[in-house]
């Protein structure tokens, strides 16, 4: 078994989570807008933003804090957004590799957000914690400094740039997503087969009704329950695919 | 009416708690390696349709014009798809959604 902290596991965590930090800089500046409006200082969102993560789930409770919601609302926004960590962990729990003491399981798991959880649970065999944690760290500092900015400066971008980088996290998603579809046509029909049931989920009358967050969570959970009964996969002892 | 600051705090507070929660209680409560077939299938399938479900419609419906958020998408498919790494399918992305949105500007 390899030392938990290896120099190139750090390197590879920060080179992979710069591209996720740049485009995370750019969603929490358009957060900070949100936050500014809820009434948040820049340190407030900085703080709020570093130690949460979450981008869907602190929409939720700026949205919240804005209209003066009742405790219980915060936690119960936080649960449905962020339910999809819950997967995550779960999923990550068996990329760690056997042996690792608890205080790293904890640390990684709080390292969770959809792309830091996305390269780590890409990584080839176990994710080593340095490599998360090296990622997580660039990535949130960005997140956080983003928000701040946001809080201090929003409404000072134009609107075409704002809307440009706004598409910057979902070209990561697509760069997380193909390779393995490329490799695993199961993979392909579970994406594609997301794409569509998305798709009609935004349109269709009722469903059209559920937020982003929830019809992530519903959809996740189908579409999962349903390839996975239909496609079952062999992994190896290694956790491979 | 807006909330007092020690109230904003107490709902910060609250988010960071209860988020970092949800992130950490699988991991603790699952022991090992899970050896069901099913439920590793289903965790294997979890994170590639959770991407994929966030990233479809939603980057048509952030961008300014539908159409440029579309154009996006599809050439961020294809270039991921052809082994482009992260950074460079998003940069493709925000520049076709730039340069979109301002031609469709001029028509």
Redesign the interface.
């Given at each position: 078994m390899q030392p938990l902290m290896q120099r190139n596991d750090i390197f590879e965590g920060l080179r992979?989570g710069?591209?996720?930090a740049?485009?995370y800089f750019a969603v929490a500046f358009s957060l900070g807008i949100i936050a500014k409006g809820?009434?948040?200082t820049a340190a407030?969102g900085f703080?709020?933003s570093f130690?949460?993560?979450?981008s869907a789930?602190?929409y939720g409770?700026y949205t919240?804090?804005a209209v003066?919601?009742i405790?219980v609302e915060?936690?119960a926004m936080?649960?449905v957004t962020?339910?999809?960590?819950?997967?995550?962990?779960?999923?990550?729990?068996?990329k760690i590799a056997?042996g690792t003491s608890?205080l790293h399981?904890?640390l990684?798991?709080?390292c969770?957000t959809?792309e830091i959880?996305?390269?780590s649970?890409a990584h080839r065999g176990y994710t080593p914690p340095a490599y998360t944690y090296s990622a997580a760290l660039i990535s949130t500092l960005f997140w956080a400094s983003g928000c701040s900015a946001g809080i201090v400066a929003g409404g000072m971008l134009p609107?075409?740039?704002v809307?440009?980088?706004?598409?910057?996290?979902?070209?990561?998603?697509?760069?997380?997503?193909?390779?393995?579809?490329?490799r695993d046509s199961?993979?392909l029909l579970?994406?594609v087969v997301?794409?569509v049931?998305?798709?009609l989920c935004?349109v269709a009358p009722l469903v059209c009704e559920w937020s982003?967050g929830t019809?992530?969570i519903v959809?996740?959970i189908l579409?999962?329950?349903i390839?996975?009964?239909l496609?079952?996969?062999?992994?190896d002892e290694d956790?491979d695919? | 009416?807006?909330?007092e600051?020690r109230?904003?705090?107490?709902?910060?507070a609250?988010?960071?708690v209860?988020?970092?929660l949800?992130?950490?209680?699988?991991?603790?409560l699952?022991k090992?390696?899970?050896r069901h077939?099913?439920v590793?299938?289903?965790?294997?399938?979890?994170?590639?349709?959770?991407?994929?479900?966030?990233?479809?419609?939603?980057?048509v419906?952030?961008?300014?014009s539908p159409l440029?958020?579309l154009v996006?998408?599809v050439v961020?498919?294809v270039?991921?798809?052809r082994?482009?790494?992260?950074?460079?399918?998003?940069?493709?992305?925000?520049?076709i959604?730039?340069v979109m949105?301002?031609l469709l500007t001029l028509l």
């Open positions: 992979d710069t591209p996720i740049l485009g809820a009434g948040l407030m703080v709020s130690f949460t993560r979450a789930g602190e409770v919240l804090i003066s919601a405790y915060i936690i936080c649960l962020n339910l999809r960590y819950m997967l995550m962990s779960a999923a990550l729990s068996q056997p608890w399981r904890i990684m798991a709080c969770i959809d959880f996305g390269i649970i609107a075409s740039i809307s440009a980088l706004s598409v910057a996290l979902y070209g990561m998603f697509l760069a997380i997503i193909m390779p393995p579809s490329r199961n993979v579970a994406v997301s794409f049931l998305s798709g935004a982003g019809r992530t959809l996740t579409i999962s329950a390839v996975a009964w496609k079952p996969v062999d992994l956790g695919a | 009416m807006k909330m600051t109230d904003i705090i107490i709902c910060i609250l988010a960071i209860t988020t970092n949800i992130r950490v209680l699988p991991m603790v699952i090992g390696r899970i077939r099913y590793r299938s289903f965790l294997y399938y979890v994170p590639y349709i959770t991407l994929a479900v966030m990233t479809f419609p939603s980057i419906q952030t961008t300014m440029s958020g996006a998408f961020g498919v270039a991921a798809w082994g482009l790494g992260l950074f460079p399918v998003a940069a493709i992305c925000c520049a959604v730039y949105d301002f």
